[in-house]
Nanobody
Framework: VQLQASGGGLVQAGGSLRLSCAAS????????MAWFRQAPGKEREFVSA?????????YYSDSVKGRFTISRDNAKNTVNLQMSSLKPEDTAVYYC????????????????WGQGTQVTVSS
């Protein structure tokens, strides 16, 4: 599965951004999707995941819960991450990832990764 992430940019604290990830394959509906992020000098960390079914279960890290919303459109092979109330500590490169089967918060369980999109939140 090839993944193409987009939607990053520069935003002030308190603002919003919407990230999108487009997948290449028609079997997208059988893949769990996730977003991870990596800030300079830090390890890649889990942000959010959604199970493969349309309207499936969603998962969030404690740091973004209540501020970020993940969703998917299996007809369009896309997964989105709506980010609100952004904080400077949300600044990172955001990666989308895909794996067959169930969602996971473990980065090493994902087989396919997008190229990353930069999100910068200014204070």
């Amino acid at each position: 599965v090839q993944l193409q992430a987009s939607g990053g940019g520069l935003v002030q604290a308190g603002g919003s951004l919407r990230l999108s990830c487009a997948a290449s394959e028609r079997i997208f509906s059988t893949y769990a999707m996730a977003w991870f992020r990596q800030a300079p000098g830090k390890e890649r960390e889990f942000v959010s995941a959604i199970s493969y079914a349309a309207g499936g279960s969603t998962y969030y890290s404690d740091s973004v819960k209540g501020r970020f919303t993940i969703s998917r459109d299996n007809a369009k092979n896309t997964v989105n991450l709506q980010m609100s109330s952004l904080k400077p500590e949300d600044t990172a490169v955001y990666y989308c990832a895909a794996r067959e089967g169930y969602a996971s918060s473990k980065s090493n369980s994902y087989d396919d990764w997008g190229q990353g999109t930069q999100v910068t939140v200014s204070s």
